[in-house]
């Protein structure tokens, strides 16, 4: 009887891995991203396309656990240490960056004759950026560990703070002074500090023992499941908390950054959130209402222009302002002109409280999820107009009269795992990489790297090669390795030679 109803479901079920699979390889041989191709997808397949799905919230919803997954896998690669580092940029620099936003949208809409209740709900929709798509385009470039990707991260997770406030504000606003609405918005407040308490708390003391009593079992499964049950528990917990559910899954992923089992986790979470993230995707680009957009494009194309070159010109004169070069601050600009996913949620409640009306909530989320839309090509645009950025000595220090037990030339992955393996048995090591941007983003995770070609004999006794009991070579082109080989050979006895890894 039941079968009719598993065979639609199964048909959506392909429908979606389909559309993946065909748009994704042709969307990034044309160099567009798949974050374009999977909003394309999503749109011709959906209600206003091919018409196979017509609820586009109920995927929404599900698939809005790969943004959690995704601030997961970023929370695990961020030490706390790193994270405190960042309080400037977190605080500072994205205060500074949504008040300015914030104050200029909402004059944009003023002067568009929005009510100032209905200018402040849209400023604020707009003002907060989309994790999903930023956070994806930045790991298909590779810049999420570099300092400006990093500086783009701690403003995101700034705009993730702003949603229970943000969400008090809209409540007020509907329930027009309310004393018992007012008594209820401070009970949540302290509902979501004891949340954020309470993970931190467990985080702490009690999952790295949970992950060593599970990995004694040695049931591969088992370890995976736990991982899940990290992820989603952080993030109901946060939910309950009125929160947001990606920065639960954030902190919890920071917490276990330092954890024995940080690289196991990582890899069980990875394909769930690559499958789960491209669903989100999927379900934005059903969501797009073409009947909303045709029946009202002026003011979507005034909202639209208003959007992303309002919010984009703010973002840009932030970041001059706090001494990003241009290129940097361009990039930022154009990356995060967009609305959020957020934006969905706060319209809704707006209109829930009668602060707007259905016809404006419907308009404004046709903005955002366009402006999502075209962020790939703005990036994809700019990226192409403006001149590759080349690396400046900036903050690189020269390797000079180093005397480490141990030289290791090249930083890549394998240099990294030899470096570490030695400072964790206190042997006195010096690096040193011809990679400008692998040393700034090495020492913004605590590293100390030096800059040097390996293949120079001065640079090698710079670095301590005559004095040092071995020289490892790790870099990855092996033609390239044995150069540096053959000069560490040049300069260092044969007996100092302890011996020379070339990563296969």
């Given at each position: ?59 929404l919803?599900v ?10 896998v970023?929370g ?44 402040f ?12 798509v ?39 606003m ?26 931190v ?100 194309v ?82 192409r ?19 480490g ?67 490892a ?32």
């Amino acid at each position: 009887m039941s079968q009719p109803a598993e065979s639609s479901e199964l048909i959506n079920v392909v429908a979606l891995l389909g559309a993946a699979v065909v748009a994704i390889p042709v969307f990034r041989r044309l160099g567009l991203g798949s974050v374009l191709g999977y909003l394309a997808a999503g749109l011709a397949i959906g209600p206003f396309g091919l018409g196979l799905f017509d609820d586009p919230q109920a995927i929404l919803h599900v698939a809005e656990l790969g943004v959690v997954m995704f601030l997961f896998v970023i929370g695990l690669e961020m030490r706390s240490s790193h994270l405190w580092s960042l309080r400037k940029e977190i605080f500072g620099l994205g205060t500074l960056q949504i008040a300015v936003c914030a104050l200029v949208l909402t004059g944009i809409g003023l002067l568009l004759g929005f009510a100032p209740p209905v200018a402040f709900v849209a400023a604020s929709g707009f003002v907060l950026t989309s994790t999903a798509v930023v956070m994806q385009l930045l790991a298909e470039r590779g810049d999420v560990a570099l300092p400006p990707g990093q500086k783009i991260v701690a403003i995101l997770l700034f705009e993730d703070l702003l949603i229970v406030p943000l969400l008090a504000i809209v409540a007020w606003m509907g329930a027009s002074g309310n004393p018992q609405a007012a008594t209820q918005r401070w009970q949540d407040i302290g509902i979501g500090l004891a949340c954020i308490v309470g993970l931190v708390v467990a985080g702490r003391w009690l999952l790295n023992p949970l992950f060593r009593i599970l990995a004694a079992s040695k049931a591969r499964e088992v370890m995976t499941a736990a991982a899940l049950l990290v992820v989603l528990g952080a993030a109901l917990l946060m939910q309950v908390g009125g929160l947001s559910m990606a920065m639960g899954a954030f902190l919890a992923g920071v917490l276990l950054s330092e954890s024995t089992f940080r690289h196991q986790i990582e890899a069980d979470i990875e394909p769930f959130r690559g499958i789960l993230l491209g669903l989100f995707f999927l379900g934005v680009g059903m969501s797009l209402d073409l009947h909303v957009v045709a029946a009202d494009w002026r003011l979507i194309v005034a909202g639209l222009l208003a959007l992303m070159l309002g919010k984009g010109a703010c973002i840009y004169a932030v970041a001059r302002l706090m001494r990003s070069d241009h290129r940097q601050a361009m990039d930022r600009g154009v990356l995060m002109a967009q609305g959020g996913e957020f934006a969905f949620v706060l319209f809704a409640a707006a209109s829930a409280s009668g602060v707007i009306d259905a016809q404006v909530n419907a308009s404004l989320t046709a903005i955002v999820v366009l402006s999502m839309a075209l962020t790939p090509l703005f990036v994809l645009l700019q990226r192409r107009l403006t001149p590759a950025a080349q690396p400046t000595l900036e903050g690189v220090e020269a390797v000079s009269g180093q005397t480490g037990s141990v030289l290791i030339i090249g930083f890549g992955r394998f240099g990294q795992v030899a470096s570490q393996s030695l400072l964790a048995r206190d042997v006195d090591v010096t690096i040193i990489d011809n990679d400008i941007e692998m040393i700034q983003s090495a020492e913004q995770f605590g590293f100390k790297i030096y800059y040097g070609d390996g293949t120079r004999l001065d640079v090698l006794h710079a670095s301590g090669a005559h004095s040092a009991r071995a020289i490892a070579v790790c870099i990855d082109n092996r033609e390239a390795a044995k150069s540096h080989r053959r000069a560490g050979n040049a300069r260092v006895p044969a007996r100092q030679v302890a011996g020379a890894f070339v990563r296969p």
